[in-house]
């Protein structure tokens, strides 16, 4: 406890100098304002700006490119107009360019054109420099909108607005209508609001151009933004959301996966409806309720290779309802993991964000209760030897999350999670905190208490070993324990000169079982330093090194590894990056075996050099340690490869290759050796409806996947969607290829809002 109490001493202290400073505000929200114009009446969106009232809007120019340049003379002319009205925020965008034939643009689903040419608008609502959303569009009217907080972004974030946009002989011009109800504010008649236009032009680098001048040794964004001034009399009246939904599933499985001869049956097609309501009494407060929810993945997750990993796999939120709000739950320690509550009967979420503070809350009731059980070498497994692992227990999850914010990009905050089963219980609660100060230096971190009473069922976790130097076992045998976890993290974020050093220490019987906690019995340290150069040369836009050293303990003082890793990259013209990493010095206890100079190469590749093509490669070769309950040192490498094709305008063929293999250096015996591929083929009619066909094989199970969807989404909630899913085990001779499961469904959705 004596490096907590440490934490907690820089903290006041550092609190104490922020706190004992004034508020302060950036020259740019003096040098970089505009006053829009409100008008009568709503515009119809052309994506043209014909219409008359735009002219009536003072024009204002995005004038600095920051990268690759830093603040130079911006490359082509961008222009902005804005109106409003006491319903809609707009926005007029025109971008010029010398050379309109290398514009990229391609139609595709929402939040799927970051590679494409974009204008956008960065709102800081309540201009405290904490949170902002990000609404952008490319030349087509494909929407891509997400939430900032601090240099974090959450791209899965969407709300309801409106875009139009058209490309001509000299760029393209855009339209953006944003409805007052989709954004959170101040209760208040007169509003200034924190403002960033940003415009993307990817051709031999990808250039961002800027209307403020940015300081890029200012690690924050959102205190250099311009200033929206004046807005009047907006919408601030209570509103309603209803999100009923209806759908019809008609499933099949074979009746022993053992037994490829044993048939296949179908079962009745069942129909499933539910509702989901959200009230905003005004433009800060909001609450939300899902009864009977679906929460169904419509795209399946992507298969991830498992073999040879100690950790439970992590998955990102697909499901609407967790992506709402999701940011204020996010905290140091991820205490908080959605996928946690996997089949609610209910859920219910309420977020206040009153000045200062932001307050929420979300409670479920869920089905199928998951568990990601952390150990000292990696995940608890269940008895089958998952790492993840579903049960039939119902439990009830209560999520709490406070915070106060101040200063620029500053807060502390608290949260709490509580898990209730019959006879068994996981509750967290504890504080965190971000403190940033002369301008490039941030002192996070987060300090957790738990209480654990344990399930008492053998028959899902048997195992008899204990949890590092305490006498609880791993066993669910009803046991009851208490834990503690604490990270600290103090950096520099700065253009040249950055570091970086963090400290995480996790008892052993540490657990949040509503959160992403996959090992504990820790005492970790490590430091990465990184410098940049920025030659911006006919080659080279920038390049540098990076060296990362570390050590971890157990809470028996026991050395569990060590390591040292340099690290050289290079962002090359043709908007392509290298990254190259040597595993120098690792050395690492796993199962009380000791391993030294499992040493290997690692590299990445990211390359997007014509608007068709783009592809990624990662890759890490050298000595691996065999993570099994015999642990072995191996000889192998892993893969990871990814190409997106997009031959036209509305197609887009995407194919995913990964592939792991190991031997043993000792007798050269082969230890695991397979690959996942998967192709996705996407034809979208409009911005509105796609056509998707999924193929995926997976080597390791011998099994296939085949996934068809048709998906029709007026907006990011009013959705239909109809769709199978196939999946295929190869048994070999003399069977082959046979079908083990099979489901047809059929999905609408609407959002009605008032």
């Not at 499985?253 to 309501?277: C, K, Q, W």
């Not at 090992?519 to 911006?536: G, K, Q, V, W």
């Not at 309950?629 to 190409?643: C, F, S, T, V």
Request: hydrophobic share 35%.
């Amino acid at each position: 406890m004596r490096s907590t109490f440490i934490a907690f001493v820089l903290l006041a202290a550092t609190c104490s100098t922020i706190l004992g400073q004034e508020k302060d505000t950036t020259s740019n929200q003096n040098k970089f304002v505009y006053t829009p114009i409100r008008i009568k009446g709503d515009i119809d969106l052309s994506g043209k700006l014909t219409d008359p009232r735009w002219r009536e809007a003072p024009t204002t120019e995005l004038d600095y490119e920051i990268q690759p340049g830093n603040n130079t003379p911006a490359p082509q002319k961008t222009t902005v107009r804005v109106l409003y009205n006491s319903r809609f925020l707009y926005f007029g965008f025109h971008c010029f360019d010398n050379h309109p034939s290398e514009i990229r643009a391609h139609l595709s689903d929402r939040d799927n054109a970051f590679d494409d040419d974009f204008i956008g608008v960065i709102l800081d609502t309540y201009d405290d420099h904490q949170r902002a959303y990000e609404v952008f569009v490319n030349p087509v009217g494909v929407q891509m909108d997400g939430l900032r907080n601090g240099n974090n972004e959450d791209m899965s974030f969407d709300m309801v607005w409106y875009s139009k946009a058209a490309m001509n002989d000299s760029g393209y011009t855009a339209e953006m209508a944003i409805p007052f109800q989709s954004l959170r504010f101040p209760a208040s008649d007169d509003q200034n609001w924190g403002i960033e236009f940003f415009r993307n032009l990817p051709r031999s680098s990808r250039i961002q151009i800027s209307w403020v001048h940015l300081d890029l040794n200012n690690g924050c964004l959102l205190c250099q933004t311009g200033t929206l001034l004046g807005l009047k009399g907006l919408q601030s009246t209570g509103s309603v959301e209803l999100l009923p939904y209806a759908m019809g599933v008609e499933t099949g499985n074979i009746n022993d996966n053992s037994n490829p001869n044993s048939g296949f049956s179908n079962g009745p097609v069942t129909g499933r409806v539910g509702l989901g309501v959200k009230l905003a009494p005004n433009p800060s407060l909001s609450l939300e309720g899902v009864v009977n929810p679906d929460f169904s993945q419509v795209e399946t997750d992507a298969a991830q290779i498992s073999v040879n990993n100690a950790f439970a796999l992590f998955y990102p939120e697909k499901r609407p309802f967790f992506m709402d709000g999701s940011d204020i739950f996010t905290t140091k320690i991820q205490a908080y993991y959605s996928r946690t509550i996997s089949n609610p009967i209910a859920a219910a979420k309420v977020v206040d964000k009153s000045g200062p503070w932001s307050i929420a809350y979300l409670g479920a009731e869920d089905r199928n209760s998951p568990f990601i059980l952390a150990g000292e070498d990696g995940s608890v497994t269940d008895n089958n030897g998952d790492n993840t692992f579903s049960t039939s227990y119902k439990s009830f999850s209560n999520i709490l999350r406070a915070r106060y914010n101040f200063g620029l990009q500053s807060f502390v905050g608290a949260l709490a999670t509580t898990r209730n089963f019959t006879n068994a219980h996981n509750y967290v609660g504890g504080v965190d905190w971000n403190i940033f100060f002369h301008t490039n230096y941030t002192f996070d971190g987060q300090f957790l208490m738990s209480n654990t009473r344990e399930l008492n069922d053998t028959n899902i976790v048997s195992d008899p070993s204990f949890y590092g130097p305490t006498m609880f076992t791993k066993a669910f045998d009803g046991q009851e324990y208490n834990g503690t976890g604490f990270q600290a993290d103090f950096r520099r974020d700065a253009r040249r000169y950055s570091f970086r050093f963090t400290y995480r220490d996790l008892s052993p019987t540490f657990q949040a079982e509503d959160g992403y906690i996959f090992s504990n019995d820790l005492r970790t340290a490590d430091m990465e330093h990184s410098i940049s150069f920025y030659p911006n040369s006919a080659l080279v836009d920038n390049w540098g090194l990076d060296l990362e050293s570390g050590v971890h303990f157990d809470y028996q003082n026991t050395r569990k590894e060590l390591w040292l890793v340099p690290t050289a990259y290079f962002n090359l013209k043709s908007q392509t990056q290298l990254v190259v990493s040597y595993l120098a010095v690792n050395n690492e206890l796993f199962h009380s075996v000791s391993f030294v100079r499992v040493n290997r190469w690692t590299f990445s590749i990211q390359s997007n050099p014509v608007s068709m093509l783009s592809f990624n490669l990662n890759g890490a070769f050298g000595r691996f340690i065999y993570r099994a309950d015999q642990p072995a040192l191996g000889k192998g490498h892993n893969l990871d490869a990814e190409m997106v094709l997009k031959p036209t305008d509305r197609l887009t063929l995407t194919i995913d290759y990964s592939r792991s293999r190991l031997s043993n250096v000792v007798g050269g015996e082969l230890l695991f050796d397979g690959y996942i591929t998967r192709l996705e083929g996407i034809y979208q009619f409009s911005n509105k409806v796609f056509l998707r066909l999924i193929g995926q094989y997976d080597k390791f199970s011998n099994q296939f996947e085949v996934d068809p969807l048709f998906s029709y989404k007026l907006n990011p909630f009013t959705i239909f969607y109809a769709g199978s899913t196939h999946s295929l085990e190869e048994y070999g001779q003399p069977y082959g290829i046979v079908p083990t499961a099979r489901q047809f469904f059929i999905k609408l959705q609407y959002l009605w809002r008032d």
